[in-house]
């Protein structure tokens, strides 16, 4: 994907998914990649380290719940996962095309983007273009 569909793409995600411009949270918030607890979904939220774990997926946020995080963060962390609560279903697919979107990841797997039934115009048009 080129420079320009990469920024066209980031336009198009905005719009649909205006939480993915979060600065403490989302993938703008955590490094592109997995989860650093279950290895399955995309990692979403930073911790602040009371566990190994750096970024996790929503899923391991709310198994963990406050445990994530340690007692001087514990506002932080509650806010963290009420706003991660909040999120469409489809939030890891969302994640990842966010990372396409910047250069951190090369493609998402069809396979995950056949999840959303109404992916936007914009974005599968850049998407199907390779
Ligand atoms: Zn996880
Ligand atoms: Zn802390």
């Known amino acids: 994907m080129s420079p320009e569909d990469r920024a066209r793409l980031r336009t198009a995600l905005r719009e649909v998914e205006p939480w993915l411009t979060a600065a403490d949270v989302g ?8 989860c650093d607890r279950c290895g399955d979904l995309p990692r979403l939220l930073p911790t602040c ?5 750096a970024g ?3 899923d391991c ?8 995080w340690c ?10 996962r009420d706003w991660a609560e909040d999120l469409p ?3 890891d697919v969302a994640v ?6 910047t250069g951190e990841l090369r493609s998402v797997e069809p396979r995950m ?7 936007p115009r914009a974005v599968r048009d850049l998407l199907d273009q390779g």
Not at 96 to 101: D, G, K, P
Not at 113 to 119: E, H, K, Q, Y
């Open 49 to 53: 380290g009371p566990g190994p774990w």
């Open 56 to 58: 996790i997926c929503r």
């Open 113 to 119: 983007l056949r999840r959303v039934a109404s992916l």
């Open 89 to 91: 279903d489809h939030w």
């Open 61 to 68: 946020a709310r198994r963990l719940g406050p445990e994530g």
């Open 71 to 80: 007692e001087g963060h514990a506002a932080e962390g509650r806010a963290a």
């Open 96 to 101: 990842t095309l966010w990372w396409v979107a």
């Open 27 to 34: 993938p703008q918030a955590v490094d592109a990649g997995p």
